[in-house]
């Protein structure tokens, strides 16, 4: 009987929940690969760029992709974050680290976020990461005397989807 009672209730519960106008959908806008530097970023000598990977299990794994022509992978540290509404995740910073946490909004522009640093209570600079695993390839070297640039940023495995815009 009192299984029965909880079933009842569990289900009135859903159906009240289903028909609620306060109720927002979860998205994921967050989910995946995200690269600090975009693709056909074009650099002189050993370069270097972050990977964000925000999971779905609330971490985020942040690589170090370096050296061009071989894109050694390292991972550099793990962080936690969480949902704060529909369009903002907090990022939880380690004991001792100079940031408090990091405020992280969808961009300005399609497939990119935008990361606020909160030092002291205070945002602390702002950069931007854009969706999609980005590695580089090193480019044939320049004429003798003329300096330019070695590597370039591409897509690792394929590019993100296409925006809805």
């Known amino acids: 009987m009192l299984v029965s009672k909880a079933r009842g209730l569990l289900v009135l519960a859903i159906a009240a929940v289903g028909c609620s106008t306060e109720v927002t959908e979860s998205t994921d806008w967050m989910l995946g690969a ?3 530097r975009n ?16 999971r779905e299990d609330g971490t985020l794994a942040l ?14 540290e793990e962080y936690t974050w969480s949902r704060a509404g529909n ?15 990091w405020r992280v ?3 300005e522009t399609c497939n990119t976020m935008q990361v606020n640093p909160i030092q002291d209570g205070e945002v602390r600079g702002t950069f931007t990461l854009w969706r999609g695993a980005v590695c580089m390839k090193e480019l044939p070297p320049c004429e003798e005397g ?5 590597c370039e940023t591409t897509w690792c495995d394929e590019p993100p989807p296409p925006c809805d815009e």
């Open 34 to 36: 995200f690269s600090s």
């Open 87 to 101: 369009s903002l995740v907090l990022v939880d910073m380690p004991e001792g680290a100079i940031h408090e946490e």
């Open 146 to 150: 003329y300096e330019c640039e070695t």
């Open 63 to 76: 690589l170090a992709i370096t050296n061009c022509a071989e894109n050694r992978e390292k991972l550099m």
């Open 39 to 54: 693709v056909k970023d074009r650099t002189t000598g050993l370069s270097a760029l972050g990977q964000y990977h925000f």
């Open 105 to 107: 909004t969808l961009g």
